[in-house]
């Protein structure tokens, strides 16, 4: 597949699943549709399509470090 190339919504649920993000075809339009923070997508004759090569950069962004706990905010709200 070439680099620039349109992926489907079930190729681009493919496509994240072999990064390590598991998002079917569903949640990914609801991403689109409800939310800002989904993969970038495009719309052809009204049926979406996402850039490869914009995916591996949005992938990318959503693998965070190794946590070994729960975040400081979580922490202060701890019961003694």
Known sequence: ??????LTRAETSAFLAQR???LKPAPLAQLWSTRSDGPPCLHVRS??????NLLEAWAAAQILGLRTGA????QSRRRV
């Not at 597949?1 to 349109?6: D, H, I, N, Q, T």
């Not at 975040?71 to 979580?74: D, K, R, S, V």
């Open 20 to 22: 390590g993000i598991r």
């Open 71 to 74: 975040p400081a905010a979580a």
């Open 47 to 52: 049926k979406p399509f996402y850039p490869r």
């Open 1 to 6: 597949m070439e680099e620039g190339a349109l």
